[in-house]
């Protein structure tokens, strides 16, 4: 860790990071805040030395350049909270940072948990999920997950106490639609005529849902569901939380999706695009409702035994800020609302009525072209479509039958025209 401006830290806002394995009360009260390191040695934000005698976190073996987030912190962690807190909706103001997106489903998870538990409702340990959806790939990621093949191999592994919602893809009534599709919004009521009826919401501690389901296919949410599961959960004083791994960070022509909805969730999970993709991280932004119930808790001492050893991790927590320095700068989060993302999605659009196109769809800077499945080998075509566009030097993504497409914020129409126009040369020469 290099040295720093010490005196900058003197008006640090501490109040915006949820910190793991770490009382949080205390810790504010009297901070322990580590601002650079050399050899065996820190140096504190107030100019003190103190000899590393745990190797960090049981891991710096040589000379130091890490700091822990476990009962110590350093600057720049509170620098990205606060950063994220600003970009948040109004409500969601603690951040807790982990170093993927599965690891950030995870610990929403375990704070939904806990939270009933901590207000007496310690029957809530269920979860609901939704078909096609992807919340990553550790057990309890998948297990609330929905895709079929991601589930497959570890189906006598994965967490009981799981049930899920259908799914909102309907060509039926909504093939070709631009945005949002009109039909669909009730399905969200199968949450409170199936789901809750069947396990009684005393039970249910959360749902978890994609706000668009990318690695399901990019199946974009009809015109209310959202807001419909939204009044459901807090009728029936369920968690809401939204996985934005995807659709946060300006890929809906907002930071967050539920921006983009006008729906306040009661957790956003994050990653990917916080430091686009040059250093892994993720977290989950919390209600500061569900913080204050944790330290509000009778008893002094950890108030949530959670965490991660790279919680928080300087580079990581350093690359979040320039990524979200050069988003501000360059004001690439509206780009889906703009010129761009009407281009994008006339380009999408574009497809409709050749050979074998079933679907286009979009929302934002993100869409999918569904193709008809050849008989008996589900997927083949879009992955022959895939193969062909790289020969060619695009790469897009086969997802099933659909060719799915999330160029970065950057893009121009000249890199857009490029794309689709080599996805339509591929697309006339499969069978």
């Not at 603690?94 to 310690?122: C, M, N, P, Q």
């Not at 978890?208 to 419909?228: E, K, M, N």
């Not at 991660?308 to 580079?315: A, E, M, N, Q, W």
């Amino acid at each position: 860790m290099k040295p720093r401006d010490l005196s900058a830290d003197s008006a640090l806002n501490l109040e915006h990071y949820w910190m793991p394995f770490t009382d949080n009360r205390r810790f504010r009260a009297k901070p322990r805040l580590v601002a650079a390191a050399k050899d065996m040695y820190y140096t504190t934000t107030e100019g003190r030395q103190v000899l590393d005698g745990l190797a960090t976190l049981w891991c710096v073996n040589g000379e130091l350049d890490f700091a822990s987030s476990f009962s110590l912190g350093h600057p720049l962690a509170f620098r990205l909270a606060e950063r994220v807190a600003g970009l948040a909706p109004a409500g969601l103001q603690r951040v807790f940072f982990t170093s993927s997106g599965s690891e950030a489903i995870d610990t929403a998870l375990k704070i939904a948990v806990a939270y009933h538990r901590l207000r007496g409702e310690g029957t809530r340990t269920r979860f609901v999920g939704r078909e096609r959806s992807y919340h990553g790939v550790n057990i309890a990621g998948m297990s609330i997950g929905g895709v079929g093949s991601n589930r497959k191999a570890y189906a006598g592994v994965l967490l009981p106490g799981v049930d899920h919602l259908r799914h909102t893809h309907g060509l039926a009534g909504n093939a070709f639609s631009r945005g949002e599709p009109r039909n669909g919004a009730e399905l969200a009521n199968e949450l409170e005529e199936r789901l809750i009826p069947l396990h009684d919401a005393s039970n249910i501690a959360a749902v978890i849902v994609d706000p668009v389901s990318a690695s399901g296919g990019v199946l974009i949410p009809p015109q209310g569901y959202l807001a419909r599961l939204r009044d459901i959960c807090t009728r029936h004083g369920i968690l809401l939380v939204f996985d934005e791994v995807i659709t946060g960070w300006g890929r809906l022509g907002a930071t967050f999706a539920a921006e983009r909805f006008g729906i306040e969730p009661d957790m956003i999970t994050f990653a990917k695009g916080v430091t686009s993709g040059a250093v892994p991280l993720g977290g989950v932004i919390v209600k500061d409702a569900i913080f204050e119930t944790f330290t509000s808790a009778p008893g002094a001492g950890i108030e949530f035994f959670h965490g991660y050893t790279y919680s928080g991790h300087p580079l990581a927590c350093a690359a979040g800020l320039a990524a979200l320095e050069t988003y501000e700068e360059e004001k690439l989060f509206s780009k889906g609302k703009e010129q761009l993302g009407k281009d994008f999605e006339d380009g999408v659009h574009s497809f409709k009525g050749r050979r074998h196109v079933i679907d286009c769809r979009n929302l934002g800077l993100i869409g999918a072209v569904e193709l008809e499945p050849r008989p008996g080998a589900y997927g083949a075509r879009a992955f022959e479509v895939f193969e062909k566009c790289w020969e060619r030097g695009v790469f897009v993504r086969p997802v099933g039958d659909s060719i799915a497409f999330c160029p970065p914020l950057i893009a121009e129409k000249k890199h857009l025209d490029e794309m689709f126009g080599r996805v339509a040369e591929a697309l006339g020469e499969i069978a």
